[in-house]
């Protein structure tokens, strides 16, 4: 039976940003008579999940928890850890419009029936979105996010993001970028709006603070002209006039603009550049052709055309930078020759969040494990279709 908002939700409310966890823990123990709470907050590579409340946690007991913690981010589901003498470890995901921010931890000392672990879900669902607000209030979050430094230009790009992963009934979308800490231009962006789902995938060009800078002129020049209700070519052209216009061409950013219309499949494209788009479709991938147009900010007054494919239910896009397939480590065939096809066929039976993840080691393996020459960027689009297409 659905329940009215409860002590944890106001205590959630009424609690300093920087001060949702230890609210939520001191509301849950209340409201479901819990020993112990904690949560954990996914790092910035998604290698791992850390304590908030417990960061001093001993390492042994953190490795116990892990596991069933990783468990339950990538499945997304509530997971139960029962001891013998019934004390119970539930796991449940943070999550808020697909974005997943980490697990949170209830200790009971009994194991919990379908109530329970309904009530425990909605708190978990309120802290998520708690947390996520929080962000623009306190660094404390982020801190623990983070398990080295951030680059300056890295900071910004992570700021610059619109998350890493968002859900509707029409698709999964998610994206990773690597090195994740010393990250320079690449980037990626998207919108959802209506019955439109715009997304954007840039090379940066240069290194450092300057790709940043860049980076952030163009998408918040794309931002700008969507924002206004500009059609997908009018984005790509403003950003284009706007680079021009202080750079005089010395600098441009070769870009892949995709909207997509979530009621009939529908998707208009364009290629601006180097990024590339891939299908997986039916256990095959291959690249979807676009005519390739010159990169934003190359010349004044550039104008921009528009190409439309269908993306049918069931569909897998990917979008790479050139840091993923144009990779070569020590003479080796670029990735994106052979090995990178593998790697998106193996993440067939994954969700879109888990695929980018997936992609992107075996990309670092690729390396033999050494640190990433070039920024990556991997955007993954799971098209699930709506009632309103029919599968072209």
């Known amino acids: 039976m659905p329940h009215a908002p409860g002590p944890v939700s106001r205590a959630l409310r009424e609690a300093p940003p920087d001060q949702l966890v230890e609210a939520a823990d001191r509301a849950v123990r209340s ?21 908030v409340l417990d960061p001093e946690l001993p390492d042994a007991g953190f490795l116990a928890c892990h596991t069933v913690a990783q468990r339950c981010f990538s499945s997304q589901q509530p997971v139960a850890d029962t001891d013998e003498r019934g004390r119970c470890r539930l796991y ?34 309120d802290l998520a979105v708690a947390l996520r607000a929080a962000d623009r209030e306190t660094d404390r979050y982020r801190r623990v996010r983070r398990r080295e430094r951030l680059t300056m230009a890295a900071e910004m790009q992570w700021d610059l993001l619109p998350g890493r992963s968002v859900t509707h009934a029409a698709f999964l979308l998610a994206g990773q970028l690597e090195p994740a800490y010393t990250v320079g231009g690449d980037h990626f962006d998207w919108s959802v709006d209506g019955d ?38 009018e984005q790509a052209e403003l950003a284009s006039d706007t680079i021009f216009y202080q750079h005089r061409g010395a600098r441009h950013v070769p870009t892949l603009l995709l909207e997509l219309d979530t009621r009939t499949g529908r998707a208009r494209a364009v290629d601006a550049g180097s990024p590339h788009l891939l299908r997986l479709r039916a256990g095959a991938v291959d690249r979807i052709e676009l005519e390739q147009q010159l990169p934003l900010g190359m010349f004044a007054e550039i104008r921009y055309a528009a190409q ?31 090995a990178m096809a593998r790697a998106m066929r193996s993440t067939r039976l994954q969700p879109a969040t888990e695929a980018v993840g997936t992609v992107m080691r075996e990309l670092h393996a690729y390396h033999a494990d050494a640190d990433l020459r070039d920024d990556a960027v991997i955007v993954c689009l799971d098209w699930r279709g709506s009632a309103g297409h029919d599968g072209g």
């Not at 995901?93 to 697990?103: A, I, K, Q, S």
């Not at 603070?209 to 997908?232: E, P």
């Open 196 to 233: 439109r789902l715009t997304v954007t995938v840039l090379n940066g060009a240069g290194s450092g603070l300057a790709a940043s800078l860049l980076t952030a002129v163009t998408v918040n020049a794309m931002r700008n002209a969507r924002r206004s209700g500009g059609s997908l070519t």
């Open 31 to 51: 409201a479901l008579d819990a020993s112990r709470t904690d949560v954990f907050i996914a790092d910035y590579r998604i290698s791992g999940l850390w304590p």
């Open 308 to 338: 439309e494919f269908e993306v049918a239910p069931g569909d897998r896009l990917f979008v790479v930078s050139d840091g993923v397939y144009a990779a070569e480590p020590a003479g080796r065939e670029a990735y994106g020759g052979r």
């Open 92 to 125: 449940l995901p943070l999550t808020v419009w697909g974005e997943r921010l980490g697990v949170m931890l209830i200790e009971l000392d009994r194991t919990p029936d379908a109530g329970t672990v309904e009530r425990a879900s909605d708190v978990a669902g």
